[in-house]
């Protein structure tokens, strides 16, 4: 064993002594270089991960950067993992914006780029002041027929919709690129009575899908509107199909593995890029100017009629002139005055889909007399974003709020348990109960990190989260008398179930588990993100904007999550009901605002 720990010493003082660790390198013997000759790599934190980067360097240059691993959000961080090593190079040092929308992922691949110059013996000091140039640009007047602000689903497909009617488009993305919370969705839309159901063997009507959605939204949402999002929403399926999204298998909503019938067609890869892409492809064939990094900052407004745009680009004014104007720039979940003004009982804000989502079109309705409807809720929900990697356990645990009182079904759809911890109990969070008999690989990690807590008893467990002792060990008693007859009289919950975020993940399992052997611990599901705000200017069927006074803007649209505000109240229904809403509501506002335009 000693002549074992004598070759080990051995060998990592060879590794330290030729560097081994994250570089590759040749001496150089000018002591005029900046830099140590060589290919280096490294790490840092970004949006889904790590990511890696190498450097390559000669004595006096950086050769090259390349981003070689990372779980970025496709799509989204693209323009960061194109732009930010090029102009790094293009700098020959580190003084580089990061990409707008993608600050996170630009962050990184600095980071990570600075942990390589500097063990290549750079001076990191002078490299964060040596970057590019600014170039002026000047202020322009655009003259169009329709301008649509924001390039999401619902802005894309209403530029699409608009350019196929004749109309000259422009479309303003305030971010990097195009896709908004679009291009992040789990690639679901849901739609009833289609063919690819049909050839599925699902039976399903888009009567049930309305009096779903209904049901959902408790009789506050628009009927008209849903009933016209239902009725079209097979027909917006191929809509998109027509124009290159190409779809999987219909499959039960994220989470949802109860759900009946299944509704949401998934896109072959399972990503929002799927739907993206092609209509950007689609809209720049079509001729629509697509405008990046150009973010609409007012409406033109005279006297009550809305005829375009100002906008701006890297310090220069932008002048849109348009006959009708579309708003599509997505919901307010970055905007913490707007979540407590408008979705009060989140009691959270901000959303891991970007730095966007800061209400631009819904404050630029309002400041144009819009009415604003909200029913309070948005699409959040408590999760462990941590490192036991329970997103939503579906039902194994028994799930207690703050109080130490248990509030719902735990196999209930997320959704629908979320609304009545925010509504009914008045808590953003709640904790997950279990005993030694769950193994989970991360569970120490959590606990290490105060995500997770453990105790060798109930009441020491409940101290430990700040519950009355006897609070929880009733709660604790009462579910193991229940679990011990199969029969879960207070709510329902069946005794064996279905769990899983994904069809290929879903697996019956027992539910009715009883907590008695220790030790015992509590996982914190906080809301942690938000992903979605229910709130937005008034529209009608043509996705006109409605006035406080009950009259329409005149040339002012709105389509998507900036316009949902009678589509979804407290309860989100499902996963893939955004993405149809959006698109169906956006071709629907493309052709009105279309129609409008070539009649002014």
């Not at 993992?81 to 992922?105: M, R």
Request: charged share 20%; proline share 3%.
């Amino acid at each position: 064993m000693k002549k074992i720990k004598q070759i080990l010493s051995v060998i990592l003082v060879f590794a330290m002594m030729f560097g081994i660790a994250g570089c590759s390198n040749t001496s150089s013997t000018d002591e005029s270089a900046l830099f140590s000759k060589g290919t280096y790599t490294s790490k840092a934190q970004g949006m889904g991960g790590d990511v890696e980067v190498e450097v390559v360097v000669s004595d006096n240059s950086i050769e090259s950067v390349k981003v070689l691993n990372h779980n970025e959000t496709p799509g989204l961080s693209d323009p960061a993992i194109e732009k930010i090593p090029a102009d790094i190079i293009s700098a020959q040092g580190l003084k580089v914006d990061a990409v707008s929308g993608a600050t996170l992922t630009s962050n990184a691949i600095i980071e990570a780029v600075t942990a390589c110059l500097e063990q290549a013996g750079g001076d990191i000091d002078n490299l964060k002041n040596k970057g590019l140039e600014e170039t002026a640009t000047e202020d322009e007047v655009i003259e169009t027929d329709v301008v649509v602000v924001g390039g999401g689903i619902a802005g894309l497909s209403a530029a699409v919709a608009a350019s196929e009617e004749g109309s000259k488009v422009v479309l303003l993305e305030k971010m990097a690129s195009v896709g908004g919370a679009s291009i992040v969705c789990g690639g679901e839309i849901i739609a009833a009575g289609t063919e690819m159901q049909k050839n599925q063997g699902i039976e399903d009507s888009t009567e049930d899908l309305k009096n779903y959605w209904l049901e959902v939204g408790q009789e506050k949402v628009n009927e008209e509107i849903i009933s016209f999002v239902a009725e079209n929403s097979g027909n917006t399926v191929d809509w998109l199909k027509e124009r290159g999204v190409t779809f999987g298998d219909v499959t039960f909503s994220y989470n949802y593995p109860a759900q009946s019938p299944y509704r949401n067609h998934s896109t072959v890869s399972g990503t929002g890029q799927d739907f993206i892409m092609p209509l950007l492809e689609t809209a720049e064939k079509n001729g629509v100017d697509v405008r990046l990094e150009t973010p609409a900052v007012s409406l033109i407004n005279e006297d009550g009629v809305i005829k375009g745009v100002i906008a701006e680009h890297k310090g220069s004014k932008i002048t849109i002139n348009a006959k009708s104007t579309i708003l599509a720039t997505g919901g307010y979940a970055n905007n913490e005055e707007l979540m407590k003004e408008y979705s009060p009982a989140v009691g959270a804000f901000g959303t891991f889909l970007g730095e966007a989502h800061q209400g631009d079109g819904l404050i630029m309705a309002r400041d144009a007399g819009a009415e604003i409807v909200a029913g309070g809720g948005a699409i959040a929900n408590p999760m462990d974003m941590g490192a036991t990697g329970y997103s939503d356990a579906g039902g194994i645990f028994l799930n207690v709020t703050p109080e130490g009182t248990r509030f719902a079904n735990e196999n209930d759809y997320w959704f629908k348990r979320t609304a009545n911890l925010y509504f009914e109990e008045g808590f953003n969070n709640y904790y997950g109960i279990l005993d030694s008999k769950t193994e989970n690989e991360g569970l120490e990690e959590a606990i290490n990190n105060g995500t997770a807590f453990k105790a060798d008893t109930i009441e020491e467990l409940a101290t430990a989260i700040g519950i009355e002792p006897d609070v929880l060990s009733q709660t604790v008693s009462r579910y193991n008398e229940m679990c011990i007859n199969q029969v879960d009289t207070d709510f329902g919950k069946p005794a064996v179930g279905m769990i899983g975020n994904r069809a290929e993940f879903a697996q019956e399992v027992n539910l009715l588990t009883s907590i008695d052997e220790a030790p015992y611990y509590a996982i914190s599901f906080p809301t942690n993100y938000v992903t979605g705000t229910f709130g937005g200017p008034k529209v009608n069927i043509n996705s006109e904007v409605i006035s406080t006074s009950g009259d329409t803007i005149s040339g002012l649209y709105a389509a998507g999550e900036v316009a949902n505000g009678e589509l979804f109240y407290r309860q989100y229904p499902c996963s893939g009901s955004s993405i149809q809403m959006s698109a169906t509501m956006g071709i629907q506002a493309g052709k009105a605002a279309a129609e409008a335009s070539q009649v002014k």
